[in-house]
């Protein structure tokens, strides 16, 4: 049986997840998240949506961004790692 490489938990579904050569598997969106998800280089929360991206560092905002005093663009959705876009979204099937 297989165990959440976050919390231990054994119990209910648990799937795995792959972004490039990491590969974990969690019993909730929750773990995956806290193991998976990038860090803001400015004040450390998990970045769920579109980072801010500059050469120093990735930012949860604008606002961290600036300052951290980097300079900063929005991400391209086409660098976006999400395997299945949601119905309805830009190149999703829907």
Sequence with gaps: MD??????????????VTMASQTGTFDSFECAIHMMAPACEHCGCRILGHPVESEPGIYCCLHCAKEAGNPHRAAKPQHSTVAVPAPGAAGGQG
């Design 3 to 16: 165990t959440c490489d976050v919390c231990g938990n054994h119990e209910g579904r648990m799937f795995t």
